[in-house]
């Protein structure tokens, strides 16, 4: 037994396995590494990442989010597939810091675990790692902590910590939004990762669905469905929040519309919006189907296809919508800013 097995030998009778968390690193270090860029300045493993601001910023302002996945996370166990997990983990972040206007730098993750499995780690990071590129970041840190009193040797935890850069003059606040801009939304791929505990309760408890059973309307079976990755809407709106003179941003996570859209509203103003022009994803009619859930509900939870909706001046729909056409997006114009005290008036 060598020198080092004796002094971790005992720490593993605990049921920490110190040498699992060594291979865990090993194993992820490849894709760690090809989310760093030349501001990255540290190297994997050490105490902090460090990270150089870009050059070129009158009044910098650091923009930051963090955030877990919730009970997406038992869709993961229940089907033992843990390769998205981590685009939610960076989504749900990411996503929050743009609708702010900031352009994303990097990202730290936390993982507690039950039993440390390296594979199953590694698994999780390289999917942390592939959101990370998807959000234009640096993935320079994070922390694995097997923690066997706390967790299921099966289950495990993820959070996340997102930082973003913006010029303090192109915040994005809602501040400016005036009765007569636009709003238009841009499509989800899916659940995303909010309403899972009303899911399972529906699909899983109530009626007793399997993860593994497919289902003709969505293509695959219902765990593939559920588990499809949040969108990261990065790459598609950063080079036009400015020149689109984008005003307000939502993402749409928890609460649905109802939560998320009022939150960028000034007072005085409501967000009228016609839910009769969004393509509700298959996903969410059987959900409702399956559940008899009032429509009011299903949009006070979900996002029904609309992940994020952003608030512009009438005048520059035309160039927005023109713009996200020529990446392949299909933006939607949901409504428009009247005046009111409700802050959201959904028309369904």
């Known amino acids: ?141 994070g922390e694995t902590a097997e923690m066997p009193d706390m967790y299921d040797l099966d289950e495990y935890d993820l959070a996340g910590f997102a930082v973003g850069i913006v010029e303090k003059d192109d915040i994005v606040t809602g501040a400016t939004i005036a009765e007569g801009d636009v709003l238009v939304g841009l499509p989800s791929s899916g659940v995303h990762s909010n309403g899972f505990s009303l899911v399972r309760k529906v699909l899983f408890k109530d009626l007793s669905l399997d993860v593994n059973t497919y289902v003709d309307d969505l293509g695959m079976t219902l765990g593939e469905a559920l588990l499809t990755p949040t969108r990261i809407y990065v790459k598609v709106l950063a080079d036009l929040i400015k020149p689109c003179g984008i005003k307000g941003m939502s993402h749409i996570t928890g609460g649905g519309f109802y939560e998320n859209i009022p939150r960028m509203i000034p007072d005085g103003l409501c967000a009228k919006v016609d839910a009769s022009v969004i393509e509700t994803l298959p996903i969410f009619k059987f959900i409702q189907e399956a559940g008899k859930i009032p429509a009011e509900s299903m949009y006070a939870t979900f996002n029904m296809g609309i992940g994020l909706v952003a608030v512009l001046p009438a005048d520059q729909v035309e160039a927005f919508v023109a713009g996200l056409t020529a990446k392949g997006e299909k933006p939607v114009i949901l409504g428009s800013i009247v005046k009111g005290e409700e802050k959201i008036a959904l028309c369904l």
């Open 1 to 141: 037994m060598s020198e080092n097995q004796i002094k971790t030998d005992a720490y593993r009778q605990a049921g920490v396995d110190v040498e699992a968390g060594y291979e865990s690193v090993k194993l992820m270090k490849a894709d760690v590494q090809r989310t760093f860029n030349d501001r990255v300045l540290s190297h994997l493993g050490g105490f902090g990442g460090l990270f150089e601001l870009p050059e070129g910023y009158r009044k910098p302002v650091l923009v930051s989010g963090t955030d877990g996945v919730g009970t997406k996370l038992r869709l993961a166990f229940m089907m033992d597939r843990h390769d998205t997990i981590g685009v939610d983990c960076v989504a749900m972040c990411v996503n929050d810091i743009l609708c702010q206007g900031a352009q994303p730098m990097f990202f730290l993750d936390y993982i507690a675990c039950g039993k440390n499995y390296p594979e199953k780690i590694a698994t999780i990071v390289k999917g942390i790692a592939e959101g990370c590129i998807q959000g234009n970041m640096a993935l320079i840190g």
